[in-house]
């Protein structure tokens, strides 16, 4: 279901902008297809964001084993007696100080921070919200720092496909010589190269939060660092040449060469090396979202990343066109003003 989940959503998101983007060459993408980017690309912030996260009576009696002192916040409901129930499992009933009682039973379930004193004993720490429309299922070790799943890995995800496309439309350059197709492939590439960038900043901040630095030259970090190094000599070879033929040939084979060494940076090597990284070398697993296991990353979680997927990978396009267009403007500007 999860590989479906994310499989399908970048199979999607890459069919409407590929199936549309000849359309979307002569004048941009119709009104229809700008307005489900906008509203995708809306709802993915908003479900990313908003929504507060809640575990359960489980995850915080887990969390704790590994530190006493961790706060957990649980999706609870008011139950007998002054107690409280597992909001997700009503048969889990528990006793948390703290809370302050007149307002107990004044709503169906609350996302509470819990400090736990024994197994059915806890001790609140403050009502993040009551009646939660939505609530995002609760990482061990991760907490708040979990949403970055939704912004980090697609950006990461959505630049390799997209250097993929970019070597493919390079292709048809070499094939056809047609300068439209150079800009394109040049196009892909500027933005591919913009997600890569925004890959690394939003990648930095969490290594920050969660390893203790910006940047630890683990093997991913370093990866994305090289493919960044190579995609940016490929601008540097464009500036370089002023023909433009001899320049879309040139960009050409390069962006074919430079997508062999991206699989290889991106899934191969950082999984030869040990690393901070799920699915390094040193790691049992794989990560919550290449692990086999269902349970590894929450149902809710898994479909919330598909539409991230799906809306970054619109994004991109949308984004790739506008530069396709500003590149042909340029072009034609150039040709009859040398």
């Known amino acids: 279901m999860k590989f479906a989940i994310m499989m399908g959503a970048t199979i999607l998101g890459v069919?409407?902008?590929?199936?549309?983007?000849?359309?979307?060459?002569?004048?941009?993408?119709?009104?229809?297809?700008k307005t489900l980017c906008i509203v995708t690309i809306t709802v993915t912030l908003v479900l990313g964001i908003w929504p507060p996260t809640a575990g359960t009576v489980t995850d915080a009696v887990t969390a704790s084993r590994m530190d006493s002192d961790i706060v957990v916040?649980?999706?609870?409901?008011?139950?007998?007696?002054?107690?409280?129930?597992?909001?997700?499992?009503?048969?889990v009933i528990i006793?948390?100080?703290?809370?302050?009682?007149d307002t107990h039973g004044e709503?169906?379930?609350?996302?509470?921070?819990?400090?736990?004193?024994?197994?059915?004993?806890?001790?609140?720490?403050?009502?993040?919200?009551t009646d939660p429309v939505l609530t995002m299922p609760y990482i061990t070790g991760l907490a708040e720092r979990a949403r970055i799943i939704f912004f980090h890995v697609p950006m990461?995800?959505?630049?390799?496909?997209?250097?993929?496309?970019?070597?493919?439309?390079g292709i048809r350059y070499l094939r056809?010589?047609?300068?439209?197709?150079?800009?394109?492939?040049?196009?892909?590439?500027?933005?591919?190269?913009?997600?890569?960038?925004?890959?690394?900043?939003?990648?930095?901040?969490?290594?920050?939060?969660?390893?203790?630095?910006f940047w630890n030259w683990d093997p991913k970090q370093t990866a994305i660092f090289l493919v960044l190094l190579i995609y940016g000599a490929y601008f540097l070879l464009r500036s370089s040449v002023q023909d433009p033929h001899q320049r879309a040939r040139l960009s050409g084979a390069y962006s074919i060469l430079g997508f062999v060494a991206v699989p290889f940076l991106f899934f191969i090597l950082p999984r030869m090396m040990p690393g901070l990284h799920p699915g390094s070398s040193d790691d049992t697993g794989a990560g919550?979202?290449?692990?086999?296991?269902?349970?590894?990353?929450?149902?809710?979680?898994?479909?919330?990343?598909?539409?991230?997927?799906?809306?970054?990978?619109l994004?991109?396009?949308?984004?790739?066109?506008?530069?396709?267009?500003?590149?042909?403007?340029?072009?034609t500007s150039s040709s009859v003003h040398p």
């Open 73 to 91: 916040p649980v999706l609870l409901r008011p139950a007998d007696g002054g107690l409280w129930a597992d909001a997700r499992d009503s048969r």
């Open 107 to 129: 709503y169906q379930t609350a996302v509470v921070e819990v400090r736990r004193l024994t197994d059915t004993h806890f001790r609140g720490v403050r009502t993040v919200a």
């Open 176 to 213: 056809t010589r047609n300068l439209d197709y150079d800009h394109a492939s040049m196009s892909m590439i500027a933005v591919a190269t913009l997600y890569g960038i925004l890959a690394t900043i939003t990648g930095a901040v969490w290594a920050r939060f969660n390893w203790g630095m």
């Open 15 to 33: 069919w409407l902008g590929i199936g549309w983007w000849k359309r979307g060459a002569n004048g941009g993408y119709p009104g229809w297809w």
């Open 156 to 169: 990461s995800w959505v630049a390799t496909v997209a250097y993929l496309v970019a070597m493919i439309f």
């Open 95 to 101: 006793q948390v100080d703290n809370i302050v009682s």
């Open 315 to 331: 994004l991109f396009f949308w984004l790739s066109n506008v530069r396709f267009r500003i590149a042909k403007l340029l072009h």
């Open 288 to 313: 919550p979202l290449l692990s086999a296991k269902s349970d590894a990353i929450n149902v809710t979680k898994q479909w919330v990343f598909g539409l991230a997927l799906f809306s970054f990978t």
